[in-house]
């Protein structure tokens, strides 16, 4: 009986797979014109990382940039105490380079960011005050807990507020079942300038040549182009909760390897 299930299961995989389209490619995002646009990064260097070329096209697009930054930086207590002070101030000269100059800090614990009625609160009267066109937050599916965490208590509090903005996920330590790409090639060196300017952070690693070749192979997925391309990668959330919708499945999925890799 149980070879019996497993065979019409089997059956019923490979129908499906025959149904799949050849090489469906994730849809081309054009920057907005003139919007207002709100990125929350749970860490200095995570907004440039994950979506700097983005911001670099957004301001040539005249639109109103706003970052919030919501850990403290202090490295989860890796780094020396000066570390915070630091990082922020690596962060203005970084989304200056980006001709960005409105910031925000909200000093949450990093490395053991955890939600609360008080953040989602501060998070609330962001949004209602802010009215994004589009907003940026970091991925469910990331390796990084404070980004995962972060992630869903922004993405939750966005899908109960009744504005009208998209919200899109960003990518930094996992590649993300993106949905949409921006074409970046013609910020890239405004991308690498910014990524430089957090010596702290690539001091301990090279995220510098990490960043930019998940650009590079983002690019493969911009239509009709030849040469050296970059691209930038997101996932539309779905405004309505949706507990069976892609973003849940991230998450799912995002318990799932933290299961596997401890064993």
């Known amino acids: 009986m149980k070879k019996f299930i497993a065979g ?4 019923q995989r490979q129908a499906k797979i025959a149904q799949l389209e050849l090489c469906p490619l994730p849809a081309l995002l054009t920057p907005v014109e003139g919007g207002k646009i709100l990125v929350f990064a749970p860490h200095p260097d995570d907004e440039v990382l994950g979506c700097g070329g ?3 096209l957004l301001r040539q697009k005249k639109c109103t940039v706003k970052v919030i930054f919501v850990t403290d930086g202090a490295g989860a207590g890796t780094l020396d105490a000066d ?3 630091i990082r922020r101030k690596e962060a203005m000269e970084s989304l200056a380079v980006l001709g960005i100059d ?3 800090f909200l000093d949450e614990p990093d490395g053991s960011f955890r939600n609360s009625s008080t953040f989602k609160n501060k998070i609330h009267t962001l949004l209602q005050q802010f009215n994004p066109d589009w907003l940026f937050l970091p991925s469910m599916l ?3 807990r404070d980004h995962v965490a972060i992630g869903q208590a922004i993405l939750s509090c966005w899908q109960h507020w009744e504005g009208p903005g998209r919200a899109f996920v960003y990518e930094i330590w996992s ?3 993106a949905t949409r790409v921006v074409d970046i090639s013609s910020v890239i060196d405004l991308k690498k300038q910014a990524i430089s300017c957090y010596v702290l952070p690539l001091s301990h690693c090279d995220y510098l040549t990490a960043s930019i070749g998940l650009a590079s192979y983002r690019g ?3 239509p009709g182009k030849e040469g050296s391309n970059y691209a930038e990668a997101f996932v539309e959330a779905e405004k309505k909760v949706a507990f069976g919708g892609i973003l849940q499945k991230m998450l799912d ?3 799932y390897l933290e299961r596997l890799l401890k064993r």
Not at 8 to 11: A, M, P, S, V
């Open 83 to 85: 570390a915070p002070a």
């Open 253 to 255: 999925l995002r318990f």
């Open 8 to 11: 019409q299961l089997d059956k």
């Open 142 to 144: 990331d390796y990084h």
């Open 220 to 222: 493969l997925y911009l």
């Open 175 to 177: 590649p993300l079942p």
């Open 102 to 104: 409105d910031l925000a």
């Open 54 to 56: 983005t911001l670099a």
